[in-house]
């Protein structure tokens, strides 16, 4: 039973457009939500998180939106670069962290 | 600064034999976790230790086993490989339980059971 959904395995967008990866979540008792971005052959590393008391945070070029009532969160990247290509996991934490299956974003020079 | 690190990067396991997977950190992190990462499914918890002497099953626990030596070590051990087991593992660690400023993974142990 995934309780967190990420149902786009690929997003190719073009260098310096918007790239916007989304997650769903089931579990209404989820209180912290978090990206993370996983290169080939390495570990996830932690990207940006959001509590369940906002709907949006920013950092840089990357921005997170939460939608409680729709149970919906999206990554937005703006302006995409070649280097953020890459897996990105959303992830949720209720006692533990539970994870989506990822998205590929390509982004093409 | 060396992280989360885990040994060994690669493992081919015959079905039935037992191994064990190290993970360290260096970050005087209270909690460590380990999942696996299968096509498809994203990562999957298998156990974790809140503190040090504590250990809790995540989702997917059955056929393994783990052992939170010290503050800095846990370790994950299959009893019996088998097929089914061949992922790819990460170790991760955080300041906290739920980690709610962020995990740090190490760079996975690639395990394949024939």
């Known amino acids: 039973d995934q309780q967190v959904k990420q149902n786009s395995p690929s997003l190719s967008v073009q260098e310096g457009r918007i790239s916007i990866l989304n997650c769903d979540y089931t579990n209404s008792m989820f209180d912290y939500f978090l990206w993370y971005k996983k290169y080939p052959a390495e570990g996830p590393t932690f990207l940006i998180s959001?509590?369940?008391?906002?709907d949006k945070n920013e950092d840089g070029r990357f921005t997170v939106f939460l939608n409680k009532s729709a149970k919906h969160l999206s990554l937005h990247i703006v302006p995409s670069q070649p280097g953020d290509s890459a897996v990105y996991f959303c992830?949720?934490?209720?006692?533990?962290?539970?994870f989506g299956a990822g998205t590929r974003l390509t982004v093409k020079p | 600064n060396a992280g989360v690190t885990q040994t060994p990067k690669f493992q081919v396991l015959k079905t039935g034999q037992s191994m064990t997977l190290q993970c360290a950190q260096d970050m005087n992190h209270n909690s460590m976790y380990w999942y696996r990462q299968d096509p498809g499914m994203g990562l999957r918890l298998i156990y974790y230790s809140a503190s040090e002497g504590t250990t809790d099953k995540g989702e997917v626990p059955n056929g393994y086993n783990v052992s939170r030596l010290n503050k800095r070590e846990f370790s994950l051990r299959l009893e019996s490989a088998a097929p089914s087991q061949t992922s790819v593992y990460f170790c991760?660690?955080?300041?906290?339980?739920?980690?709610?400023?962020?995990?740090?993974f190490g760079s996975g142990t690639r395990l394949t059971v024939v």
């Open positions: 991760a660690s955080s300041e906290a339980v739920g980690g709610i400023g962020g995990y740090t």
């Open positions: 959001i509590s369940s008391i906002k």
């Open positions: 992830a949720a934490i209720n006692n533990d962290m539970r």
